[in-house]
T-cell receptor
Framework: EDKVVQSPLSLVVHEGDTVTLNCSYEVTNFRSLLWYKQEKKAPTFLFMLTSSGIEKKSGRLSSILDKKELFSILNITATQTGDSAIYLCASQLGRGNQFYFGTGTSLTVIP | DGGITQSPKYLFRKEGQNVTLSCEQNLNHDAMYWYRQDPGQGLRLIYYSQIVNDFQKGDIAEGYSVSREKKESFPLTVTSAQKNPTAFYLC???????????FGSGTRLTVV
C-alpha cells in the first residue's frame, strides 16, 4: 500500500529557531517528492525533488531527498511567525499524474 | 492572470441535498483533480481527470460525482450518498508532466 508519513504531526517553536520536518514514503514507481506550505487556504508549492542528495534552497527554506532511505527533510532556519502553517509532503506515483499526500506537519512559530 | 477559481468559498447545505462545487482554470492544463481535506488526514484524492471527457476515481470517490465536458472546468457534485460531506475541498490542475499542482483556494462545505 502506498503511503507517505510525516513527522512530527505538530511543532511549536520560538522565532529564530531552526526546524526540521520529516517525510518518509513508500510508493510504487516513485517519480518525485514535493513539499507544499498551506496557510489558511490552498497549499502553495515549495520544492520538487527528484534526485537524491541534491539540496534545493529558497531563502531560509531548504530540502533534500534520500532515495535510498526513502525520506526527505524540509529545513527552515531563523523561523518567523509567518512560517506558521501546515507543511505537506507529497509523493508522485508512477501511474499517471497522481500524488499521494502525507497528513502534514502543523508548525506554529511564537514570537 | 492565470489560475484556478473555486466557488463558492463557503457553502452550507442541509443533509440529504446534493451540492455542486465549481472549479475553473485558465492555465490550459490538461489534468484536474479534486481533493478533500479533513483535520489530521492530509489531502485525499476524490477524482481526477487527465483529458476532457475522461475521469478516474481516486481513493475516496464514493458519494461523489464529476464531469469534464470542457478542459477548463471540472465540477464536483457531493451527493446525498456521501456520509460525511463536511470538509474542505481543494481543486487542482497540472500539465501532463507536472512540476506540481496549481491549487484553487478551496471550498469549505458544511452540512447541517
Amino acid at each position: 500500500e502506498d503511503k507517505v508519513v510525516q513527522s512530527p504531526l505538530s511543532l511549536v517553536v520560538h522565532e529564530g529557531d531552526t526546524v526540521t520536518l520529516n517525510c518518509s514514503y513508500e510508493v510504487t514507481n516513485f517519480r518525485s517528492l514535493l513539499w507544499y506550505k498551506q496557510e489558511k487556504k490552498a497549499p502553495t508549492f515549495l520544492f520538487m525533488l527528484t534526485s537524491s542528495g541534491i539540496e534545493k534552497k529558497s531563502g531560509r527554506l531548504s530540502s533534500i531527498l534520500d532515495k535510498k532511505e526513502l525520506f526527505s527533510i524540509l529545513n527552515i532556519t531563523a523561523t518567523q511567525t509567518g512560517d506558521s502553517a501546515i507543511y505537506l509532503c507529497a509523493s508522485q506515483l508512477g501511474r499517471g499524474n497522481q500524488f499521494y499526500f502525507g497528513t502534514g506537519t502543523s508548525l506554529t512559530v511564537i514570537p | 492572470d492565470g489560475g484556478i477559481t473555486q466557488s463558492p468559498k463557503y457553502l452550507f447545505r442541509k443533509e440529504g441535498q446534493n451540492v455542486t462545487l465549481s472549479c475553473e482554470q485558465n492555465l490550459n492544463h490538461d489534468a484536474m483533480y479534486w481533493y478533500r481535506q479533513d483535520p489530521g488526514q492530509g489531502l485525499r484524492l476524490i477524482y481526477y481527470s487527465q483529458i476532457v471527457n475522461d475521469f478516474q476515481k481516486g481513493d475516496i470517490a464514493e458519494g461523489y460525482s464529476v464531469s469534464r465536458e470542457k478542459k477548463e472546468s471540472f465540477p464536483l457534485t457531493v451527493t446525498s450518498a456521501q456520509k460525511n460531506p463536511t470538509a474542505f475541498y481543494l481543486c487542482a490542475s497540472s500539465i501532463r508532466e507536472p512540476r506540481g499542482y496549481t491549487f484553487g483556494s478551496g471550498t469549505r462545505l458544511t452540512v447541517v
